[in-house]
């Protein structure tokens, strides 16, 4: 059983950070690319960041780079997303996402709230 479970999520104020995990099972976690999404409400769901299988290779979005950092352990079978910075358009539910080129699976989300 595919189980991608995130947490980390809460409120904070802006200018503070936040660490999302997703912790990951029931699949070769190292032979997938991950990636985290997020989606505020009214909005579509978009691309924060990516990082390869083996973590050689990441990318993020523009509204997050130099903010938000994505690493993974392939050892614990998990993906992190560091989160500084933050700012209150960054409020949305974020996932966690694992693709390769047979299949993806989605987390069930987690919801990071910035707010004074």
Request: proline share 3%; hydrophobic share 30%.
């Amino acid at each position: 059983q595919v189980q991608l479970v995130e947490s980390g999520g809460g409120l904070v104020q802006p200018g503070g950070s936040l660490r999302l995990s997703c912790a990951s099972s029931g699949f070769t976690f190292s032979r997938y690319a991950m990636s985290w999404y997020r989606q505020a409400p009214g909005k579509e769901r978009e691309l924060v960041a990516g990082i390869s299988s083996a973590g050689s290779v990441t990318n993020y979005a523009d509204s997050v780079k130099g903010r938000f950092t994505i690493s993974r352990d392939n050892a614990k079978n998990t993906v992190y997303l560091q989160m500084n910075s933050l700012k209150p358009e960054d409020t949305a539910v974020y996932y966690c996402y694992a693709r390769n080129v047979r299949t993806y699976y989605w987390g069930q989300g987690t919801q990071v709230t910035v707010s004074s």
